[in-house]
């Protein structure tokens, strides 16, 4: 599975070089042309020949190629695969994702999560977008995040490697716009520091 993808990759960075290529030497050629004068040439006989056909043949088959490769890779990294003893596991990354979200919604002080979580060869990267209430430390609060975020997906998903968890805090909110949810969690939140 990751050989495909890798594959896939490797073939969308080389379309993107190619894509590159071609509008940098397109570009160069218009501003040298507004500054140089060049002999009118004429391109009607090159697009009727057989040249001219092979070009535009070859353009649309790199073109196709890279929408196919961008597509199936895509497909490809929808799941996370590992060995154990007795075969073969297999986990949708969507299945992460809102494992993660439930983890990070367990905490007093995060209003809102958002994660994405992002397969690698060996493991997986977690980025997750957080509004946060803000009557409490953001460094505290990520660090104490991240970690929670890295032990519970090893522990319960069985993945060693937790490459990192990027936390992006998007905002911060008042609890006074919501005074009547605070009771209840602040309980949550003391009995889980008294279970530490």
């Known amino acids: 599975m990751n050989t495909f993808s890798n594959v896939f990759k490797i073939i969308s960075l080389c379309c993107v070089i190619l894509f590159t290529l071609v509008f940098l030497v397109g570009g160069a ?31 649309m088959v790199i073109g196709l190629v890279f929408i196919a490769s ?10 996370i695969a ?11 990354v969507s299945a992460i994702e809102d494992f993660v979200k439930r983890v990070s919604s367990s905490f007093w002080e995060v209003k809102d999560a958002i994660p994405t979580v992002e397969p690698r ?14 009557d409490k430390n953001i460094q505290s609060t990520t660090a104490k995040i991240q970690k929670t975020i890295k032990n519970q997906i090893q522990d319960f998903f069985g993945l060693a ?16 716009t919501a005074p009547e949810k605070e009771p209840a969690e602040k309980e949550t939140a003391v009995s889980e520091e008294e279970n530490q």
Request: glycine fraction near 6%; include cysteine; proline fraction near 0%.
């Open 161 to 176: 490697n937790v490459h990192q968890v990027k936390v992006l805090v998007m905002r911060t909110v008042s609890r006074q």
């Open 29 to 59: 050629f218009f501003v040298i042309a507004s500054k140089a004068t060049f002999k009118v040439v004429s391109i009607d006989g090159f697009i009727q020949s057989f040249w001219g056909r092979f070009v535009g043949v070859v353009a």
């Open 70 to 79: 961008q597509y199936l890779a895509s497909k490809k990294e929808d799941c």
């Open 121 to 134: 060869d060996d493991g997986v990267s977690v980025e997750l977008k957080v509004v946060l209430w803000d």
């Open 82 to 92: 590992f060995d154990s003893a007795e075969g073969e596991v297999v986990i949708a």
